[in-house]
Structures are given as structure tokens and as C-alpha cells.
């Protein structure tokens, strides 16, 4: 299991580097929906450390607390939700933006949620309280693939050509419903068109009965910081009124963002 391809490298002294910390960390990453459940071999192949050390990193996380054994098998324990909360309570980002995200929700009558893009997937780190009894979308802390939700489309349209081609080289776009686009050259006309527009909506690519719309967050350099969007009920709303009654709404919250974040 490689590192992410858009993670960023951070150049220090080696004297300063603690490679085991990250061998520690891709330990932990390697368990997903697929993998809930795996031995110290499974673990070795899937993060490329040697099985000898995997065993010990697997041991030490038992010991910390992170996981847990039945003696064959390893699997996360519930404390390992503290590394994403503490990122959900420390950053600024979620903080900020959430005055703003509960505003638009109380005047739309919809859920916002804000995400930013990790690698090949969209995480979710803020979601408004929804208006509704019943309210659908990602709650904070979600992931999913980048190529089946909105806000992937906007982010991945921040990239430059270059880095998007490899992004798309390197991505494996599985198919979740008969809307969702297995080839990458009509996904990045897909990007290009929203680099276009400037926001990008989707219909029925993760569940058959949503749809979503998304804008970029961008501070006042240029640089984008995340994006802003909806995920919404397609048989209340239709592209022609959500690009009407929404998406200005949208526009004018990520303005009111763009001199704060």
C-alpha cells in the first residue's frame, strides 16, 4: 500500500526523521471497509513493511490502545477515532467555516458540508446541523473516493493539468451506480468543465436518489482551501433549480470565506 501521490513532502534533516512514525501510521491506514480484519501478513503486503517488524508495530498499537488481537487477526479499536477528532477540533478551517455553513443551511433548508481533497479521496471535516428530522449526506470525518461526489470534480479542478493527469493515471475508479464514469479521459472532461464554470454538479453517482453541488473555497491568494456544497434529494430539486436557487447561495458564502481563510 503507497503513500498518497499528492502528499506533499515535507524536507527535513534525516537525523530528525522518525521513519518508524510513519511505518507506524501507514500500519494503521492499511485497515479500511475491505479490510477490517487482517493478519500480520495481510498487513505486511499491504503497507510493504517486512512481517518480523509489522508484528511488532501491530503488537505496539494493541498496547497503545489503537488495536486489537484475537491473537491471528488485528483490527482498529475505537480509539484510533481520537487522531481524526483531534484534527477535527484543532484545525482552523472546520471552526471557521462553521457560523457560515449553519447560516446557509437555516436559509436553503439543506445540509452544507465543507471537504477538502486527501490524496484520492474527499474527506468531510464540516457539516451543518441539519433542518431537517431526517438529513442525508456525509458527517464529519467521512471519506470517500474522490470521482463519485461533487466536491472531488471542484477540487481535483484546482490542480494543475499535470498534476491532475497523474492523478488520474494513478486512481482506480470503481463504479457505484450506472452514472458513474469508469474512464478517465471523459472524468477529466468532467474536471475541465467545472474548472470552466467554477462549480460542478453531480447526479446519482454514489446513490441512486441523490444529487450534489459543490463551489470552491478559495482564499485571497488564490489558493484553494477546500470546497463548499450540498448533497440533495433528486426528486426535490433538478439541475436547472439548484443552479437558480442554490449555487448563488453557495457563491455568496464562499465570497463571505475568502478574506478569512
Not at 38 to 47: K, L, N
Not at 67 to 73: M, N, Y
Not at 120 to 127: G, K, L, S, T, W
Not at 178 to 194: L, S
Request: charged fraction near 20%; hydrophobic fraction near 45%.
Amino acid at each position: 500500500m503507497s503513500a498518497s501521490p499528492l502528499h506533499a513532502e515535507f524536507p527535513i534533516d534525516p537525523a530528525d526523521l522518525i521513519a518508524g512514525l510513519g511505518r507506524g501510521l501507514s500500519v494503521i491506514e492499511s485497515f479500511d471497509d475491505e479490510h477490517p480484519r487482517m493478519t500480520v501478513s495481510e498487513v505486511s503486503q499491504r503497507t510493504g513493511i517486512p512481517r518480523t517488524a509489522a508484528r511488532r508495530y501491530l503488537l505496539s498499537l494493541c498496547h497503545f490502545g489503537y488495536a486489537q488481537t484475537d491473537g491471528k487477526h488485528f483490527w482498529l479499536a475505537p480509539r484510533v477515532l481520537r487522531l481524526g477528532q483531534s484534527y477535527l477540533g484543532a484545525a482552523r478551517l472546520p471552526r471557521l467555516v462553521q457560523p457560515f455553513i449553519q447560516r446557509l443551511s437555516m436559509a436553503t433548508g439543506e445540509t452544507v458540508n465543507v471537504s477538502v481533497l486527501d490524496g484520492h479521496e474527499v474527506v468531510y471535516i464540516a457539516r451543518s446541523n441539519s433542518p431537517r428530522v431526517v438529513s442525508i449526506g456525509f458527517h464529519s470525518g467521512a471519506r470517500v473516493p474522490a470521482h463519485v461526489v461533487t466536491p472531488g470534480v471542484v477540487l481535483l479542478a484546482r490542480l494543475s493539468d499535470e498534476a491532475l493527469s497523474k492523478w488520474i493515471d494513478e486512481h482506480e475508479f470503481a463504479v457505484f451506480t450506472t452514472h458513474v464514469t469508469c474512464d478517465g479521459k471523459t472524468f477529466v472532461e468532467w474536471v475541465r468543465q467545472a474548472r470552466r464554470m467554477d462549480h460542478w454538479i453531480t447526479m446519482q453517482l454514489l446513490d441512486p436518489g441523490l444529487m450534489g453541488v459543490a463551489v470552491a473555497l478559495v482564499d485571497r491568494h488564490g489558493n484553494c482551501k477546500g470546497a463548499l456544497g450540498m448533497t440533495l434529494q433528486v426528486q426535490a430539486w433538478s439541475i436547472k433549480t439548484v443552479e437558480e436557487k442554490l449555487l448563488p447561495s453557495l457563491r455568496e458564502t464562499a465570497m463571505a470565506l475568502l478574506p478569512l481563510i
